[in-house]
């Protein structure tokens, strides 16, 4: 699984950081510092980028000025000018932590994981209390497998700012993802709610606990609650019918399935789900055509052919059936196929799906977190 993740950039710290030494400017210069401060709030970048020019031709040795029109060209998508400003921010000023973080975090978004996490050990170095760098180098540790490393540095974020909520939905999708410590998931969306009570992901995250300690009712919920605040999730009908279909509900299935396909119709997972629900109502022509397209889309997919196997063998199509069992044994999935645990195909669908679920960003966000930086581009937010 692919995460799409938020890498905070350390803006207003850097801007924090530097009102000691802009105090010390003329005072029209350090006008110009606010006025492009709030062009970047206000999304503004074009503006802001000609204001921190200006700035940087009048104090040409300012490493704040460097890193905040670094900043704005991170937000620009011209990473590599970025990447070049946070390093002369650097070089003007060899401790400046939030550069690092900064330059650490242009580097993950191309992709360079091993620079990235060299700057973000850095910029803690530098500052232990830089909890933006704990994080996002928690976030590449997970990206790099490297999963105790990436949760100790959660708990560090926790430790420095316990109010953090970010950090406890980040390390929740992570035990999430390990299947493990499914209380400590609870209590970290649980605290995560405190502060977004209405962050669909959330409520989808707990559902997907619940759902695999076995509380279909309880995810059931869950699911639905995430529908209340985003219902254009079809990752969440897809959930929900799953979980319907393990608490032996098929009334509301076939409809979970069916939004789901109707906002992504290459869902293939739902076709699956779908096609199961059809089988096990007996409308094998139906049950044999979403199968069908579900291998369309994805000829690897050997779960389906396993499923339509039995279709084909209840229409009296032993020979169909008989291809059809031997393709799905080539995925190693000798299974009980009713007892499959079909949450298992949220992985596959997250890894060329993430349009459709993109862990953390969220509008609430915005007047907190400075930037949401994914390591693959993303077409929506929630």
């Known amino acids: ?63 704040v000025a460097y890193a905040q029109r670094g900043n704005v060209y991170y937000y620009l998508g011209d990473i590599d000018k970025a990447i070049e400003d946070y390093s002369k921010a650097i070089e003007l000023k060899p401790d400046f932590a939030e550069a690092y973080n900064n330059r650490g975090n242009a580097y993950l978004s191309k992709g360079d994981i091993e620079q990235g996490v060299s700057d973000l050990t850095k910029a803690v170095e530098l500052n232990p209390q830089l909890k933006e760098a704990f994080f996002n180098r928690g976030i590449a540790r997970s990206e ?40 400590q998931v609870l209590d970290d969306i649980n605290q995560f709610l405190e502060f977004y009570p209405s962050h669909p992901q959330a409520y989808f995250l707990r559902g997907m606990c ?9 995810a059931i919920q869950d699911f639905s609650q995430a529908l209340t605040f985003k219902k254009d999730f079809p990752l969440a009908y897809y959930q929900r019918g799953i979980a319907r279909i393990k608490q032996g509900e098929y009334m509301g299935t076939i409809e979970d399935f069916t939004t789901a396909l109707d906002l992504e119709p290459e869902f ?13 109502n007996e409308d094998y022509e139906l049950a044999q055509e979403d199968l069908n397209r579900a291998i369309e889309i994805n000829p690897r997919f050997y779960k389906a052919y396993g499923f339509r196997a039995l279709v084909y063998r209840a229409l009296g199509k032993e020979e169909e059936a008989e291809k059809d069992w031997e393709e799905f044994l080539k995925g190693d999935m000798i299974n009980d196929l009713v007892e499959e645990d079909l949450d298992e195909e949220t992985n596959e669908l997250c890894s060329w799906g993430e349009k459709m679920l993109v862990w953390g960003e969220n509008q609430e966000f915005e007047e907190n977190l400075v930037a949401g930086v994914g390591f693959e581009p993303t077409t929506s937010g929630l």
């Open 1 to 63: 699984m692919v995460l799409v993740i938020v890498l905070v950039l350390a803006f207003l710290a850097i801007y924090v950081t530097g009102i000691d030494t802009v105090k010390s400017i003329p005072s029209e210069v350090y006008q110009l510092f606010h006025q492009a401060f709030s062009l970047i709030r206000e999304k503004k970048y074009s503006e802001a980028l000609e204001i921190y020019n200006a700035i940087i031709n009048l104090l040409p040795h300012h490493p």
């Open 144 to 183: 790099e497998g490297k999963y105790q490393e990436a949760l100790e540095d959660f708990s560090q974020v926790t430790q420095i700012d316990p109010q953090e909520p970010d950090v406890y939905l980040a390390r929740a999708r992570l035990l999430l993802k390990l299947k493990t410590y499914y209380n």
């Open 210 to 218: 619940f759902l695999r300690q076995g509380d279909y009712s309880q």
């Open 268 to 280: 293939y997972p739902a076709l699956l789900g779908r096609g199961i629900v059809y089988y096990q």
